[in-house]
């Protein structure tokens, strides 16, 4: 049962719908006026132009920016346990999980988190919140990253003067949290258009594993811009796992920013599967010395799916590292590009930075790889690479010789390709049911 709703504004009431929105959630002053001056922002930027990089090979064209309506809801969908299936499917038993957070329609749906961790001062909450308890944390951050300033392109502005429904995660200095906090996003039919923002900061020395996940269920085309903020202080330690299952009419620009201190460690796992036509916007900022990131992703889409990822490592301190690993699997008319760029700044001697990106092809997909360095230091190790290729015939025969159909040879094969990184996802449920569907797209 789909929750009333409380307004719909077209794009261009959207002016008025700031002051509504401010009103609802009762936001303080700094707050509301940075939801202006994204709305004006929003006004005077043009749409991104294929003569841009990173736009050059997206469709923008078939977003559905005439649909731009902003539908706010006054309850979720439906209590947690009549929510749809495939919301409830990737939740993490309880017994597996320190906290989880669902959102249904940009309304919080479960809140759940371990009393000990909210003794302590952990804070999982919804963003609209946490305005009120940790405002002048989140003022002094507040889309402060290069690619999640309201002013970096249109979709941002937009995102800065209209989102709403967030998540909030807070982990005190020291704290180090044993079992994952979940975020589930989610959209039903009805659910229109998605604002989400996500804003993560965890104190120094603190640690915690972070699963993110998001779906939805949309009958129209419906865009989705988002951003992801995460703030990992002096010696922290930060595991992000993000995915995404959109539904096939949900056309996203998502725009994420990890900041890290000095000796601040990041393992970010990012798993693409769902949308029609999804745009990211990846960016590690490894601010201080000693910083160290990890970063693996992977994408299959099918169909008529296009995933356009930009990743940017961006190494501003000494002696810092960071290792990428993107892999795609391709099948029918499906597109990939990724473009990705490490750069190192003058101070940042001592530096090493790898980045890869593997493309396995099935049918007529194609795929787009452009890794790409900026070196403006010396004493640096630094290194990028990308391959395109289609299933390895001797491999296949050899399958096949041991009576194994060409359709399971083919799945074993893709399985083997991806399984460096689904291997490195947090828990072993979220793990199975990534190989579970990836096994279902060789199955429909």
């Avoid at 936001?27 to 003569?51: C, I, N």
């Avoid at 460690?265 to 010395?289: C, S």
């Avoid at 001697?349 to 230091?377: F, V």
């Amino acid at each position: 049962m789909t929750a009333s709703i409380t307004r719909t504004f077209t794009l261009e009431s959207s002016g008025n719908a700031i002051e509504i929105l401010s009103e609802r959630y009762d936001e303080p002053q700094w707050m509301r006026a940075a939801r202006r001056a994204a709305w004006q922002q929003y006004q005077a930027l043009p749409w991104p132009s294929r003569k841009e990089e990173a736009w050059r090979r997206l469709p923008l064209e078939q977003y559905p920016l005439d649909l731009r309506e902003l539908t706010l809801f006054a309850a979720p969908p439906a209590l947690p346990q009549n929510l749809p299936p495939c919301w409830l499917s990737p939740l993490t038993p309880e017994t597996q999980a320190s906290g989880v957070l669902m959102h249904g329609n940009a309304v919080v749906a479960q809140a759940l988190l371990d009393p000990k961790l909210a003794a302590q001062g952990v804070v999982l909450s919804d963003l609209h919140t946490a305005l009120h308890t940790h405002g002048e944390l989140i003022q002094r951050h507040w889309m402060q990253g290069a690619n999640t300033r309201s002013d970096f392109n249109k979709f941002t502005a937009l995102h800065g003067a209209l989102w709403h429904g967030g998540t909030f995660v807070y982990i005190p200095d020291g704290v180090k949290i044993s079992l994952p906090l979940q975020i589930m996003v989610g959209y039903d039919e009805e659910g229109g258009p998605g604002m989400h923002h996500t804003f993560v900061f965890v104190g120094k020395g603190a640690r915690v594993t972070l699963l993110h996940d998001r779906r939805s269920q949309e009958r129209t085309p419906q865009l989705n811009a988002e951003v992801v903020e995460i703030y990992a202080e002096e010696g922290a330690w930060v595991r992000y796992a993000s995915l995404q299952h959109w539904g096939e009419q949900r056309y996203t620009v998502s725009a994420q920013n990890v900041h890290l201190a000095q000796d601040a460690h990041l393992v970010w796992l990012n798993g693409g599967l769902g949308g029609q036509i999804t745009k990211e916007f990846l960016r590690t900022d490894l601010a201080g010395a000693g910083a160290h990131a990890v970063m693996q992703g992977f994408t299959f889409p099918t169909g008529q799916q296009q995933i356009d990822q930009s990743t940017y490592q961006r190494h501003a301190a000494p002696d810092t590292f960071s290792d990428l690993l993107f892999r795609n699997v391709l099948r029918d008319q499906a597109r990939t590009v990724f473009y990705g760029m490490i750069r190192v700044e003058p101070q940042a001697h001592g530096t090493q930075g790898y980045q890869a990106n593997n493309n396995l092809l099935l049918d007529n997909a194609r795929a787009h790889a452009i890794p790409g360095l900026e070196i403006l230091a010396n004493d640096v190790s630094c290194s990028h690479g990308a391959t395109v290729s289609r299933i390895d015939q001797e491999q296949r025969f050899y399958l096949q010789a041991r009576a194994i159909p060409p359709e399971e040879a083919d799945q074993l094969i893709v399985q083997g390709f991806l399984s460096p990184i689904i291997d490195s996802i947090p828990l072993a449920c979220t793990r199975d049911q990534l190989r579970e569907e990836i096994g279902w797209r060789f199955r429909k």
